[in-house]
């Protein structure tokens, strides 16, 4: 007996097919003329109480749009503030000390790297170019 009454208790949402059956029934032969009238009735109140709700909510974002006017504040301040907080969110986070924090230590090794690169060059420029100075100042050697 359960499992027919969990069977009707589903607690899925309605999935396509069953939109389309629900949507194609015809339960108002179920309904008496009273009930009818009844639904009719409360159909026509939501529909006024929304377009009430929708006027309120317009004359509301109308008047923060004045109230942010007369603050100097429009859109470009707007984005530049949300940004600012955005990116000091990201700067104060935990990920991006660490990466900043490994960063930072990979650029003095990669600086060190390339110093040592750019020493072992110049040292050898240099004893390349002592040796062709001692080539150079060298007498020739003959042969006998």
Same mark, same amino acid.
Not at 87 to 109: F, I, P, R
Not at 114 to 127: C, E, L, P, R
């Given at each position: 007996m359960e499992a027919q009454a969990q069977g009707l208790l589903e607690t899925e949402p309605l999935q396509g097919q069953d939109e389309d059956a629900v949507a194609s029934a015809d339960f108002s032969s179920m309904l008496s003329e009273e009930e009818k009238e009844e639904l009719k009735a409360e159909l026509v109140q939501l529909e006024d109480e929304i377009t009430t709700l929708r006027q309120v909510l317009s004359a509301k974002e109308r008047?923060?749009?004045?109230?942010?006017?007369?603050?100097?504040?429009?859109?470009?301040?707007?984005?530049?503030?949300?940004?600012?907080?955005?990116?000091?969110?990201? *700067?104060?986070?935990?990920? +991006?000390?660490?990466?900043?924090?490994?960063?930072?230590?990979? $650029? *003095?090794?990669?600086?060190?790297?390339?110093?040592?690169? $750019?020493?072992?060059?110049?040292?050898?420029?240099?004893?390349?170019? +002592?040796?062709?100075?001692?080539?150079?100042?060298?007498?020739?050697?003959?042969?006998?």
């Open positions: 008047h923060l749009v004045e109230i942010k006017q007369k603050l100097g504040m429009n859109l470009m301040n707007e984005l530049k503030q949300n940004f600012s907080k955005s990116w000091h969110d990201v *700067q104060t986070s935990t990920a +991006y000390k660490k990466t900043h924090e490994t960063l930072s230590h990979a $650029g *003095q090794k990669a600086t060190a790297a390339f110093s040592n690169v $750019g020493t072992a060059i110049s040292k050898k420029f240099g004893d390349m170019s +002592y040796s062709i100075r001692h080539s150079i100042s060298m007498p020739a050697m003959r042969r006998k």
